[in-house]
C-alpha cells in the first residue's frame, strides 16, 4: 500500500500489580491532571483518613498532586518512601493504586490510538481501491476475552 503508516507508538505499562484503580469524582485517567484535592479523595478511596491520619499529613506537608504521583509511580525510587515520611505499607498501597491508574489511562489509549489505525488503514485501502486491507487481523489488539474488551469500549465511550 502506498504511504504505509506505522501503527501507533504503545505506552508503556508500570510493572507494579496489586491495586485497584479508583478515580476522583469528576475526573478521568489522567493522573498528572488531578490536583491536590483530588490526590486527597484518592488516597481516602483505599487508605481511611481516620485509620491513617499519618500519611494524610505527609501527603499534605509534601503538596501531593496528581503529578507528583505519576513521577513517584513512574521513576520509582527506594528513597522517596523514607523522604515523604509514609509508612511502608501504605506507601505500598499508594504505588500500587497509582500505578493502577496510570495502567488503566495507558491501555484505554494504546486500544483508542490502535483503533484509529485500523481505521486509517481501512480508508486508506478502499481509497486506492485495494478492498478489504488483509493486515488489519494481525495489528488488532488481541483481548484474553470478550468481557474485558466490552470494558474497556464502555470506558474509552465514556470518555468521549
Not at 469524582?25 to 491532571?33: N, S
Not at 483530588?38 to 491513617?52: I, V
Amino acid at each position: 500500500m502506498p504511504n504505509e503508516v506505522r501503527p501507533p507508538r504503545q505506552l508503556p505499562m508500570i510493572p507494579i500489580r496489586g491495586g485497584t484503580v479508583y478515580i476522583p469524582p469528576g475526573r478521568d485517567h489522567d493522573i498528572r491532571k488531578w490536583d491536590r484535592e483530588d490526590t486527597d479523595l484518592w488516597l481516602a478511596c483505599f487508605l481511611r483518613p481516620d485509620l491513617y491520619p499519618e500519611t494524610f499529613l505527609a501527603a499534605t506537608k509534601q503538596h501531593l498532586d496528581g503529578e507528583s504521583m505519576y513521577w513517584l509511580v513512574t521513576k520509582r525510587d527506594t528513597n522517596w518512601q523514607a523522604q515523604l515520611e509514609i509508612p511502608p505499607e501504605q506507601y505500598k498501597r499508594i504505588m500500587e493504586s497509582a500505578a493502577a491508574v496510570v495502567n488503566e489511562r495507558n491501555n484505554i489509549f494504546n486500544i483508542t490510538e490502535k483503533k484509529k489505525f485500523i481505521e486509517s488503514r481501512k480508508r486508506a485501502a478502499e481509497e486506492h481501491g485495494e478492498g478489504p486491507p488483509g493486515r488489519e487481523e494481525r495489528v488488532a489488539p488481541q483481548f484474553e476475552n470478550q468481557e474485558v474488551e466490552e470494558q474497556v469500549e464502555q470506558q474509552i465511550d465514556g470518555q468521549e
